[in-house]
T-cell receptor, first 114, second 114 residues
């Protein structure tokens, strides 16, 4: 069975600072993908970043980057220069090749303080 | 391109009734997945459709069903509603490129069962 664990229910960061959200996962598949999604309050889920398991290079999207440690099954999200608009629930998700099914973690609520 | 649309956005039903939710994927996307989001259980996969065929199903009772039409639009149906079915139901459409897939979520349908 595939599982995703986000051990930090809540995090806070000062505006312009950097924050790292943790995620660990478990899967027996060799072909899988990892995602971070952002869900602002009462707004829809947005894809933040995607990482293919076969890629060694960590994905980066502007201020968002990941630290993908395949052997440790760890997939953390770093947000640099945090902005007020980054405040949201962040979900780590695991998908496997050939299927659109995603397994989500419980989420981390990120608060950005001005 | 227009995003994923879901109708209705809000719904109030009573126990024992049935409900049908609709999802229109992004143009060109052939895969549609459904998720249930609750504060207690988080995001749980319901089912996935591709080219009118159910490819994957989550661990939900038979009261939950779905279908996909030839234009990729999808509906999900919940019969004999229970209080525990109150949730945000999210639809996601996806496409596959040469390196994997990405899912794009709709705004959700908030179902309240009284």
């Amino acid at each position: 069975a595939q599982t995703v664990t986000q051990s930090q229910p809540e995090m806070s960061v000062q505006e312009a600072e950097t924050v790292t959200l943790s995620c660990t996962y478990d899967t027996s598949e060799s072909d899988y993908y990892l995602f971070w999604y952002k869900q602002p309050p009462s707004r829809q889920m947005i894809l933040v970043i995607r990482q293919e398991a076969y890629k060694q290079q960590n994905a980066t999207e502007n201020r968002f980057s990941v630290n993908f440690q395949k052997a440790a099954k760890s997939f953390s999200l770093k947000i640099s220069d945090s902005q007020l608009g980054d405040a949201a629930m962040y979900f780590c998700a695991l998908g496997q090749g050939g299927s659109e099914k995603l397994v989500f973690g419980k989420g981390t609520k990120l608060t950005v303080n001005p | 391109k227009a995003g994923v649309t879901q109708t209705p956005r809000y719904l109030i039903k009573t126990r024992g009734q049935q409900v049908t939710l609709s999802c229109s994927p992004i143009s060109g996307h052939r895969s549609v997945s459904w998720y249930q989001q609750t504060p207690g259980q988080g995001l749980q996969f319901l089912f996935e459709y591709f080219s009118e065929t159910q490819r994957n199903k989550g661990n939900f009772p038979g009261r939950f069903s779905g279908r996909q039409f030839s234009n990729s639009r999808s509906e999900m149906n919940v019969s004999t509603l229970e209080l525990g079915d109150s949730a945000l139901y999210l639809c996601a459409s996806s496409f596959r490129d040469t390196i994997g897939s990405e899912q794009y979520f709709g705004p959700g349908t908030r179902l309240t069962v009284t």
